[in-house]
């Protein structure tokens, strides 16, 4: 089994995810007390977010590609960036490593290709949901852009990751907002929802959402293993 890296940190809560379900996969693979091998480098959300603000995307995919290659130097074999919206700066990151990255966007859309979804709908951060890097790329693998909710729940959706669930904070007012936003989703055609936001998990899964699930972090997760394993 390979070592896999993972850029973490963006925010804890997503971070330990990550570990927690590569780890379900190990298990559910090999039985036993069975783990995956992992390398976390673990940033400061804090200042991630203070260049997401600012617009300063170049510092922020310099300290991403800085990150990568710490994590290929301490013995990684490939690579996570363990957020959705951070991918936007993927791009220098790829280039500095020389062992594979595993897409976030790639493994979605890809899987929502083979499972014959056709209208996918997309939650996540503002900057995933409104900036052309997601819908652009996912397009590219899945041959259509998502569909995202209107302004007015775009805000609450990003208001809520930024100011609960990136802390791991999960109220009942959240998770009805959420199956809402979806329910209206489902409404204007939808035919799946897309976790588009590594945290929006803790809110949303199969049992309460009003269309099926596809939670990034996992996907990537079950892809990162599938790689490893190779």
Same mark, same amino acid.
């Given at each position: 089994?390979?070592?896999?890296g993972?850029?973490?940190?963006?925010?804890?809560?997503?971070?330990?995810?990550?570990?927690?379900?590569?780890?379900?996969i190990?298990?559910?693979?090999?039985?036993?007390?069975?783990?995956?091998?992992?390398?976390?480098?673990?940033?400061?959300?804090?200042? &991630?977010? +203070?260049?997401? !603000?600012?617009?300063?995307?170049?510092?922020?995919?310099?300290q991403?590609?800085?990150? *990568?290659l #710490? %994590?290929e130097?301490?013995g990684?074999?490939?690579?996570?960036?363990?957020t959705?919206?951070?991918?936007? &700066?993927? +791009?220098?990151? !790829?280039?500095?490593?020389?062992?594979?990255?595993?897409?976030?966007i790639d493994?979605? *859309?890809? #899987? %929502?290709?083979?499972e014959?979804?056709h209208?996918?709908?997309?939650?996540?951060?503002s900057y995933t949901?409104?900036?052309?890097?997601y819908?652009?790329?996912f397009?590219?693998?899945?041959?259509?852009?998502?569909?995202v909710?209107e302004?007015?729940?775009?805000?609450?959706?990003?208001?809520?990751?930024f100011d609960?669930?990136?802390?791991?904070?999960?109220?009942p007012?959240?998770?009805?907002r959420?199956?809402d936003i979806?329910?209206?989703l489902a409404?204007?055609g939808a035919?799946s929802v897309?976790?588009?936001?590594?945290?929006?998990?803790?809110?949303?899964n199969?049992?309460?959402?009003?269309l099926?699930v596809?939670d990034?972090?996992?996907?990537?997760?079950?892809e990162?293993?599938?790689?490893?394993?190779?």
């Amino acid at each position: 089994m390979k070592t896999i890296g993972i850029i973490g940190g963006m925010g804890p809560a997503s971070t330990m995810i990550y570990y927690e379900t590569l780890c379900e996969i190990a298990r559910a693979r090999s039985g036993g007390n069975a783990s995956a091998r992992v390398i976390i480098d673990a940033l400061d959300f804090g200042e &991630v977010q +203070a260049l997401q !603000q600012s617009g300063n995307w170049d510092e922020a995919g310099q300290q991403l590609a800085d990150s *990568a290659l #710490r %994590l290929e130097r301490a013995g990684a074999e490939l690579v996570l960036l363990a957020t959705n919206t951070m991918h936007k &700066v993927a +791009a220098p990151l !790829q280039q500095a490593l020389s062992v594979p990255f595993i897409h976030i966007i790639d493994a979605t *859309a890809a #899987r %929502l290709r083979a499972e014959g979804r056709h209208v996918p709908a997309l939650l996540g951060t503002s900057y995933t949901m409104e900036e052309p890097f997601y819908p652009d790329h996912f397009a590219s693998t899945f041959g259509a852009p998502p569909v995202v909710p209107e302004p007015a729940e775009r805000d609450d959706i990003h208001r809520i990751i930024f100011d609960d669930l990136v802390k791991g904070v999960v109220t009942p007012e959240t998770t009805r907002r959420y199956v809402d936003i979806v329910r209206a989703l489902a409404a204007r055609g939808a035919d799946s929802v897309i976790l588009g936001c590594t945290e929006i998990g803790l809110v949303l899964n199969a049992a309460n959402s009003p269309l099926p699930v596809y939670d990034s972090a996992r996907i990537h997760c079950e892809e990162a293993m599938r790689v490893a394993a190779a």
